[in-house]
């Protein structure tokens, strides 16, 4: 997805504030403007001058984008630009903006070519908008596709590593991460968000599976449980499929009770270890939670069936099997 910038120009302190609070990844300033913008916090700042700047009103204009993306490596289309010039730049480099004054344009950017520019630029009669823009921008993957599976087995292992993913954000009802023994076979786990008599909702909280699990994060990447570590975004998917980005606040690796269990998606069969709590729980196809000590053969979950086969969590094509 692309980042999302703030041109603050001219300068107004109220919307460069918002700016900061909405998590832009730069902004755009004044050049007398930049220190005073960069003593209010670690974000970059650039002066209007820095940014070469280019209005598509004819071909020698594309051509000169693409000149300045080969030998500047950025280069912003001011408003006004339209998808085949967009696309045609695109498809000859990377670092490529455009200028957006509302949400409906910077989802259009962001879907060209299935990619989306390098970056969006919110102008300021988009400000009331920047933050729905950071969200749907930098807070969401788009909607995945969930099946549902049929448990056929649960079944007590004995002890091993298990990991506590806790986030830096509050999760609700239907929220989790998708885990399994498998890349191409994962179960919604969800997060701690329900109360029972014994513990406290811990909803930033998903206990996810065994250390060597897989488990998808952003950008159709995947990584074992037990390289996750604070700081780094997972994705967070709730019970419609609906994507969101989590940072980790950290992850908690202990000895627990494990349970297998084997669950069957049309002619595909997928595996987890997850600790044998009641407070561990995966998704009904209603989206309701159902704890894994209440779960028994023959009950529905929702899960995601995916291609075989990573390398360094990337998808690759590879003929694979992992029982």
């Known amino acids: 997805m692309p980042q999302v910038w703030f041109k603050a120009v001219p300068f107004d302190k109220t919307s460069v504030t918002l700016a900061l609070e909405s998590g832009v990844d730069a902004l755009i300033a004044p050049a007398d403007r930049v220190d005073e913008i960069r003593a209010l916090g670690r974000v970059q700042v650039l002066a ?13 204009d594309e051509e000169q984008a ?19 010039p967009v696309e045609n730049i695109l498809a000859q480099g990377n670092g490529l903006g455009v200028e957006v004054a509302s949400l ?46 049929r448990i056929e087995e649960i079944t007590p292992v004995g002890l091993g590593h298990r990991v506590c993913v806790d986030t830096c954000s509050l999760l609700r009802t239907g929220q989790g991460m998708l885990v399994g023994n498998s890349s191409a076979f994962t179960f919604l786990v969800h997060a701690e968000t329900e109360d029972n008599p014994y513990v406290a909702a811990r909803p930033f909280r998903i206990n996810a599976g065994a250390v060597h699990a897989y488990t998808l994060l952003p950008r159709d990447r995947t990584a074992y449980l037990g390289e996750i570590s604070a700081g780094r975004e997972v994705l967070v998917v709730d019970a419609q499929g609906r994507t969101s980005l989590a940072v980790v606040g950290r992850a908690k690796i202990e000895i627990r009770p494990l349970i297998l269990i084997v669950a069957v998606c049309g002619e595909r069969r ?35 069936l995916d291609t075989a086969g990573r390398h360094f969590g990337m998808a690759i094509s590879e003929e694979i099997s992992e029982a």
């Open 48 to 60: 209007e001058n820095e940014m070469e700047t280019i209005c598509l009103e004819q071909k020698a």
């Open 66 to 84: 693409v000149h300045c993306l080969r030998t500047q490596g950025k280069v912003l289309l001011r408003l006004g630009w339209e998808i085949i």
């Open 104 to 149: 409906d344009q910077a989802r259009l950017a962001a879907g060209i070519l299935e990619r989306g520019v390098d970056f969006v630029v919110v102008l300021p009669e988009a400000v009331q908008e920047l933050k729905a823009i950071v969200a749907a921008l930098k807070l969401s993957e788009g909607r995945l596709d969930l099946d549902t599976a």
């Open 270 to 304: 997928g595996t987890i270890f997850l600790q044998n709590a009641e407070t561990i729980r995966l998704v009904r196809p209603d989206g309701t939670p159902v704890s894994v000590v209440a779960l028994a053969p023959g009950d529905e979950v929702l899960c995601r």
